[in-house]
């Protein structure tokens, strides 16, 4: 179950809820799978000690220790903070089949992992910017 950033409460988000608590952009990218311009994200930068949580649910995603320069365009990991941080599935969009991310809490889409990362893991998470949240170590 979620919890809601404004109630408190625990249970499903509405579609309502969902778009009176995100901006436009991250209810595009979390709630309908969209991506955000590469080389966009202030996060490509972020090489502070921290975590990086889920806009909607804000749930611990990724940690910078895992934190690497792609050159994709978007921020990369080569693995998240906990196994069960995110999930992922199948995604036949664009004619290929892709393996889609999303946040275990909220189900939000963040983006999708490939095998071309580097050790010690060989993944690339390859996450939109625009639907994490950076805290430092010292926040």
């Known amino acids: 179950m979620y919890v809601s950033k404004n109630s408190g409460e625990e249970r499903p988000?509405?579609?309502?809820?969902?778009r009176e608590e995100l901006t436009a952009e991250e209810y595009r990218i979390?709630?309908?799978?969209?991506t955000e311009r590469s080389g966009t994200s202030d996060?490509?930068?972020?090489?502070?000690?921290?975590?990086?949580?889920?806009t909607g649910c804000g749930q611990e995603l990724f940690t910078t220790d895992e934190k690497f320069?792609?050159?994709?365009g978007w921020p990369s990991f080569y693995n998240p903070a906990d196994s069960d941080a995110v999930?992922?599935?199948?995604?036949?969009?664009?004619?290929?089949?892709?393996?889609?991310?999303?946040?275990?809490?909220?189900?939000?889409?963040?983006?999708?992992?490939?095998?071309d990362g580097p050790e010690p893991t060989g993944k690339r998470y390859c996450i939109n910017g625009k639907v994490l949240d950076f805290e430092?170590?010292?926040s």
Do not use: N, Y
């Open 13 to 18: 988000q509405t579609e309502e809820e969902w």
């Open 69 to 72: 320069g792609s050159g994709t």
């Open 43 to 54: 996060l490509l930068k972020v090489d502070d000690d921290g975590v990086f949580r889920c």
């Open 87 to 115: 999930e992922t599935r199948p995604d036949h969009s664009l004619g290929r089949t892709r393996t889609e991310v999303i946040c275990s809490k909220c189900e939000g889409h963040l983006g999708h992992v490939f095998g």
């Open 136 to 138: 430092t170590d010292e």
């Open 30 to 34: 979390l709630r309908e799978a969209g």
